[in-house]
T-cell receptor
């Protein structure tokens, strides 16, 4: 079955540690996105990538880093510089990043990160 | 920049109708609607494009007023399964970047 997988579902880390969240898709989508969701709030864009080896900062990129070495993978690293990392992180993908297409975003199941 | 959704919360009985609104201060290229159940991923409902094109589920209807930069999602004859938080996402340019509203929580009771 095609889809987006995120692992792990729950993640606990000590303050000051970097942590990498996995996102893999087998939909052959060009574009991938990372969002952060806090309780009672909408989704805020952290980073997005329209093509392999290229990515752009979203609205809240500080304290995060990404890579896009393969089309199907877009891992997110939450660094120790991120002041409030505890949140629900969602990865998404779409066929492409715009160019006039009617391209919905497909979301993974999310990773709930708790920093102790 | 973030679109504003209204109302923030709605409680309905099964079979009743609801309208959820999304307003932006910027000229929009398209509006996306998603529904999220608690603890789950958002699920795509509908896209409305500038110029009138739409794509979405047959049982969901929505409108997009380009001049007012507003969109409305119409939920008719609501079912228990409609419960969740509804988000609109807006695109102001020709990229895939979406800006999401704060969400509208819908609860449908028997």
């Amino acid at each position: 079955d095609g889809g987006i997988t995120q692992s792990p579902k729950y993640l606990f880390r000590k303050e000051g540690q970097n942590v990498t969240l996995s996102c893999e898709q087998n939909l052959n989508h060009d574009a991938m996105y990372w969002y952060r969701q806090d309780p009672g709030q909408g989704l805020r864009l952290i980073y997005y990538s329209q093509i392999v080896n290229d990515f752009q900062k979203g609205d809240i990129a500080e304290g995060y880093s990404v890579s896009r070495e393969k089309k199907e993978s877009f891992p997110l690293t939450v660094t120790s510089a991120q002041k409030n990392p505890t949140a629900f992180y969602l990865c998404a993908s779409s066929i492409d990043a715009g160019t006039g297409g009617v391209n919905e975003q497909f979301f993974g199941p999310g990773t709930r990160l708790t920093v102790l | 920049q973030q679109p504003v959704q209204s109302p923030q919360a709605v409680i309905l009985r099964e079979g009743e109708d609801a309208v959820i609104n999304c307003s932006s201060s910027k000229a929009l290229y398209s509006v996306h609607w998603y529904r999220q159940k608690h603890g789950e991923a958002p699920v795509f409902l509908m896209i409305l494009l500038k110029g009138g094109e739409q794509k979405g589920h047959e049982k969901i209807s929505a409108s997009f007023n380009e001049k007012k930069q507003q969109s409305s999602l119409y939920l008719t004859a609501s079912q228990l399964s409609y419960s969740g938080t509804y988000f609109c996402g807006t695109r102001a340019g020709n990229t895939g970047k979406l800006i999401f509203g704060q969400g509208t929580t819908l609860q449908v009771k028997p």
